[in-house]
C-alpha cells in the first residue's frame, strides 16, 4: 500500500523518530488502534452485511447464502468464498486492474485466516447431497490505511449478522434432494463466529512495530507482518508483504504483539457487535458521504 502516498525524506524521518520514541504522528502510541465505526444489516438484498470506517478507509462487506452441492472430499461440510474488489474511488491506482493484486492478496489471508477455524459443518444441509455455500464480497471504498485489519473485521461482522434460512425438510429422490425453506423470513439460523479470527498487521519500522498504520506509515515500513489472531489467542494463518526481510526473532516479537492486540480487538469488536444487536431498530445510522 505504499504507492498511495508519497513522501519526502525530512517527512518519514520525521515519523521515523516519533515511532522511536512511541508517539507516533497523530498522537497514538506504537499498539495504539483509530476508532472504529462499524455497523451491521445496512443491506436487505442479503443475508448479512456490516460496513467499517476507520479513519478515511472505508468496507462494505455483503454475504450472500445459496444452496450448494458438497466437495467429495468434505461432504458434510458447506463452503465458504471470499471475493474482494478495490473501488476505482478508491485511489486512482486502483484503476482498471490496478487494485487486482492488492484484492487477490486480501482475499488470500482471509482464506488462509478462516480455512482451519470455521466449522462449514454448520453449513451442511444433507451430507454429499446439499449444503450452504457462503459469498463474502467486500468493497473497498476509501483507502486510509491498515486495508487488512479492516477488511478482516468488516467480514467478521457481517458473518456476526448473517442469518441462513431455517429448512423445514428435505427429500432426496434418487441422486437428487430438494429442500424445503421457511418462508417467514424470521425463522432463521445465525452463524457462530465465536472463533472468527481477525488479520493485526504489525508494519516494522525501523526497529519497532506499530498497528493499525496510516497509509504514511505504511510508506515508512519496509515489511509488514499479518497475523490472524483469533478471540482466544492462537493463530490461524500469517504472512509478510514489503520488501524487507526479517529474522526468526523479529517474527516472533510481531506475533506476540499481535496476539495481544488481536484478542483485546476481538473482545471490543464482538462487544460491540452484541451491544448493537439489543439496540435492534433504535440503533443509530451512519453514513459514508
Known sequence: MSELVSLSLPEKTFILHGIDVNFRNDGRSRLDCRPIELQTKIMDQVNGS??????????????????????????????????????????????????????TEISDALSLAYKDVFDLTELCILPSKKCWKLYVDVLILACGGNLFDAVAAAVKAALYST????????????????????????????????????????????????????????????????????????????????????????????????????VQLNNEIMKALEEEEKLGPNRALFGFL
Open 50 to 103: 456490516a460496513k467499517l470506517k476507520i479513519d478515511d478507509t472505508e468496507i462494505l462487506v455483503g454475504v450472500k447464502v445459496e444452496e450448494d452441492t458438497p466437495d467429495e472430499n468434505s461432504p458434510s461440510e458447506g463452503k465458504l468464498e471470499f471475493f474482494v474488489d478495490c473501488s476505482a474511488n478508491a485511489n486512482p491506482i486502483f484503476e482498471g486492474k490496478g487494485g487486482d493484486e492488492l484484492a
Open 163 to 262: 442469518e441462513i434460512p431455517q429448512v423445514k425438510d428435505a427429500a432426496v429422490d434418487g441422486v437428487e434432494a430438494d429442500i424445503f425453506v421457511s418462508d417467514d423470513i424470521f425463522n432463521s439460523v445465525k452463524l457462530d463466529v465465536k472463533n472468527a479470527p481477525l488479520l493485526i498487521s504489525l508494519c516494522k519500522i525501523g526497529d519497532n512495530y506499530v498497528v493499525d498504520p496510516t497509509p504514511e506509515e505504511e510508506v515508512c515500513s519496509s515489511a509488514t507482518v499479518v497475523v490472524a489472531v483469533m478471540p482466544n489467542g492462537r493463530t490461524s494463518g500469517g504472512l509478510k508483504t514489503g520488501y524487507g526481510s526479517l529474522m526468526v526473532e523479529t517474527w516472533r516479537k510481531a506475533i506476540q504483539i499481535a496476539k495481544k492486540v488481536g
